[in-house]
């Protein structure tokens, strides 16, 4: 298990990242200003098509924040995401912007697939 946490100052908000690696998956947390927990979604592959299904744990119920981000991470990642965010509805942009801040942090530590045409990097485990 591989812990990491970092912080970052986007568009005149606070966003703080935890990413915890399991041997299949991976647990993000983003918090918005606070360290409130926010929804929890969960996200796999299913079979057949290797489609993606995503389910709202905890809260979510009207509000999707969080779900979209959650089944990008499973197509960008190949694994199982647990993810917890409290990033505001109305913010499509903040979204956006913690997403790409997240999968650029994911790319880094090798979480990440490689896109066709990349060089084969192996996996961190």
Same mark, same amino acid.
């Given at each position: ?48 098509? /290797? ?6 744990? #905890?809260?979510? %119920? ?8 959650? +089944?990008? &991470? ?11 965010? /409290? ?6 942009? #903040?979204?956006? %912007? ?8 994911? +790319?880094? &530590? ?16």
């Amino acid at each position: 298990m591989q812990v990491t946490c970092f912080t970052e100052d986007l568009h005149d908000a606070i966003l703080h990242f935890q990413i915890i690696r399991f041997s299949k998956q991976i647990y993000a947390w983003v918090g918005c200003n606070t360290a409130k927990f926010g929804n929890l979604y969960a996200a796999a592959t299913t079979r057949p098509g /290797n489609g993606v299904s995503v389910t709202s744990v #905890l809260g979510g %119920a009207s509000d999707n924040t969080g779900s979209g981000m959650a +089944r990008r &991470l499973v197509l960008k990642t190949g694994l199982n995401i647990v993810l917890a965010c /409290n990033i505001p509805k109305d913010s499509p942009m #903040l979204e956006a %912007a913690a997403e790409r801040k997240l999968v650029e942090k994911l +790319r880094g &530590l090798g979480y990440v697939r490689p896109k066709a045409g990349e060089a084969n990097t192996p996996t961190a485990q």
